[in-house]
């Protein structure tokens, strides 16, 4: 066998306990490599079609990637997958911290659970076996409190732990798992999955090593990289130093600033991603007032500078890094009020900043870093959460709803107190908070009334922080992915940081062979998927990719001995994509079925700032990707002679 990977995956049926063991062969994993094209290779054949997502007889897999543990940098992260609640269709989340690298330590490159458990249950997968134990004192314990008794019992501290908080217990559609205090897979709602089976948590630990074909030529990429990578230059920092100034001039001109690689590099590296805050804010890339509001004018940057990079990193104790990383973005810090004073909890994200912020026109942070840390442990999904709360504010706002619905809670634009208390009872399912629990979409369904206009959303599955009428790639990304509502996979803006023209010489042919500049643009955007089907299979984190030249087709040679071209593995990620959106046509997903709000590309163009006016012509966009990757735009999927030419 080549290096990289363990060679085999285990399937866990929790409702009879029966283990399998299954060894695919080497074919099998230079075709889908690992991660969620493993995972997703596993479930098409395993899982019959219309299987529902929450029955006992669908499949939740948790996956490492394909370099995850061979020494390259930024290789330390881990796919969960299975078919969506939330979507009916495709679904997958990562997350970082350590548990990827001790899942393979086990000898599984993953492992799958299918059936339902009569009682709550935990999974022990060790390199010496797997145990199913009893987790009735475990169930109704929140994130923290489950990893300190699981390393408690099994009395090691090094354990590897994901686990579902109240959220997924409850089955909310945008619940998912956590590691690490507070790393979670959050996407697609696999939460409410995991907890359909009474599964409370998995446990990893392990002694395997990942194999490798080279270990001298990693250390020697990694001896190459991290010089480049290390490097630090004055203008970089004069822009860092004046980023919030520059916000407010492109808020008021519309006169960007490049962006760069190494320019990300120095603002994640100082302070992580809420050092985007004020920039995303003011620039329109932050959607304002549930994506209704202009960043100057009706968040202001006084409000966002509160909620941003400085004011952030001054409540850090220290910086965080996941397993293999040279960036180290995240953060431990200090709890200084609520409910939580005195513990420490992760950094907050700008996802989080973003949608439990400037979507609410929220600006106190303390009551943001108090929302994180209760979205943590319940493990429930922040930017659904804030968008669905962003909806209910609304629907107040215009009489739809009244504080008879919401059980007393006056909601309003801003109203931390009245934030907090309508994200603890979705939480926790009481009252108003019930109808809330599923997101907007099934929200809106439930109170009707002309409510499904303020559900911002595709498909089922709530929109990030990124605005698609700046950045049109990430309407692509929104709608037409096979997880809809996701900003981690491409845009015009990362085709551009990925750097794909200079890394694949098919990328840089098909670009130059469109004619029109939107029409490059589509087809930058599809190398960029291509791309990050790569980087997701491999358990490498996009962070790397738009922070660095990522030497992703070196490492995977020198892992795996397979000496492929650069083409060759970009066709690998072609194919990847292709089998999770073939997924999609298998449950009769169609494309009308993933439509975006409207007010995301253009029922109600803003009045000022960048985005002034702007509109996204998602019909001919959709019409040139389709085109770009071969997917028929009645289906939605491959067509036949795609399927063919990628052998699947």
Request: proline share 3%; aromatic share 8%.
């Amino acid at each position: 066998m080549a290096g990289g990977f363990a060679g085999k995956y285990c399937v866990v049926d929790l409702g009879s306990g029966k283990i399998e063991a299954v060894e695919p062969g080497e074919a099998f994993y230079k075709k889908y490599l690992g991660g969620y094209g493993l995972g997703a290779a596993v479930i098409m054949e395993r899982q019959k079609p219309g299987t529902p997502p929450l029955s006992p007889e669908s499949h939740l897999g948790f996956c490492s990637g394909l370099l995850t543990g061979t020494g390259a940098f930024f290789s330390g992260r881990f796919m969960v997958v299975g078919k969506s609640p939330l979507t009916g269709g495709w679904g997958d989340a990562n997350a970082g911290g350590f548990f990827s690298g001790e899942l393979k330590k086990t000898g599984y490159d993953a492992v799958f659970f299918t059936g339902k458990s009569e009682k709550p249950v935990w999974v022990f997968v060790s390199d010496i076996g797997v145990e199913i134990k009893d987790a009735s004192a475990l169930w109704g314990k929140d994130i923290i409190e489950t990893e300190d008794l699981i390393k408690k019992e099994l009395k090691d501290d090094k354990v590897q732990i994901a686990s579902i908080g109240e959220s997924g217990e409850r089955i909310s559609l945008i619940s998912g798992i956590v590691t690490d205090g507070g790393r979670i897979a959050a996407r697609s709602g696999l939460g409410a999955v995991m907890g359909s089976k009474n599964l409370k948590a998995f446990a990893v630990r392990g002694k395997d090593k990942a194999a490798v074909a080279d270990a001298d030529a990693i250390k020697e990429i990694n001896k190459n990289f991290i010089k480049e990578y290390k490097k630090s230059n004055i203008a970089d920092r004069l822009t860092l130093r004046f980023m919030n100034f520059f916000s407010l001039i492109i808020a008021r001109t519309g006169i960007a600033v490049p962006a760069t690689p190494s320019l990300v590099r120095e603002i994640y590296k100082k302070y992580g991603t809420s050092g985007l805050t004020v920039y995303s804010a003011m620039t329109g890339d932050m959607p304002i007032k549930n994506w209704d509001g202009v960043g100057y004018k009706d968040y202001t940057i006084e409000k966002a500078e509160k909620n941003s990079d400085i004011n952030v990193v001054k409540h850090q104790k220290r910086k965080y890094a996941c397993q293999s990383c040279p960036l180290g973005c995240g953060g431990i810090i200090d709890v200084k009020k609520g409910r939580f004073k005195g513990t420490n909890s992760h950094k907050p994200e700008y996802e989080t900043l973003g949608a439990f912020g400037g979507l609410l026109l929220n600006d106190d942070l303390d009551a943001i870093i108090e929302l994180n840390e209760m979205c943590n442990r319940a493990g429930i999904d922040t930017i659904s959460t804030g968008a669905t709360v962003a909806f209910a504010i609304e629907c107040f706002e215009n009489g739809i709803i009244n504080e008879k619905t919401t059980g007393g809670i006056k909601l309003g634009w801003g109203k931390t107190e009245e934030i907090v208390k309508l994200t603890e009872i979705i939480i926790k399912r009481e009252g108003f908070g019930d109808m809330l629990a599923d997101g907007v979409k099934k929200a809106a369904e439930r109170i009707g009334n002309g409510s499904e206009k303020y559900a911002v959303h595709a498909g089922g599955q709530e929109l990030p922080m990124h605005d698609s009428r700046l950045d049109p790639g990430f309407a692509i990304a929104y709608e037409c992915e096979p997880t809809p509502g996701r900003h981690t996979i491409s845009c015009y803006l990362y085709a551009g940081l990925f750097g794909v023209k200079k890394k694949f010489p098919e990328a840089r042919r098909m670009i130059k062979s469109a004619e029109g500049r939107s029409l490059k643009k589509v087809r930058a955007y599809a190398a960029g998927s291509f791309y990050m089907q790569l980087v997701n299979c491999t358990g490498m984190c996009m962070f790397g990719a738009i922070t660095s030249s990522l030497p992703i087709v070196e490492y995977l040679n020198a892992v795996t001995g397979w000496n492929l071209s650069a083409d060759e593995y970009l066709k690998t990620g072609e194919r990847i994509l292709n089998v999770r959106k073939a997924f999609n046509v298998r449950e009769g997903i169609k494309p009308a079925d993933y439509r975006i709000n409207q007010r995301a590309l253009d029922a109600k163009p803003l009045s000022g700032g960048p985005l002034r006016g702007v509109t996204v012509d998602m019909e001919t966009i959709r019409k040139e990707f389709f085109k770009t990757v071969g997917w028929d735009i009645t289906t939605g999927g491959p067509t036949a002679e795609k399927m063919k030419e990628l052998g699947i």
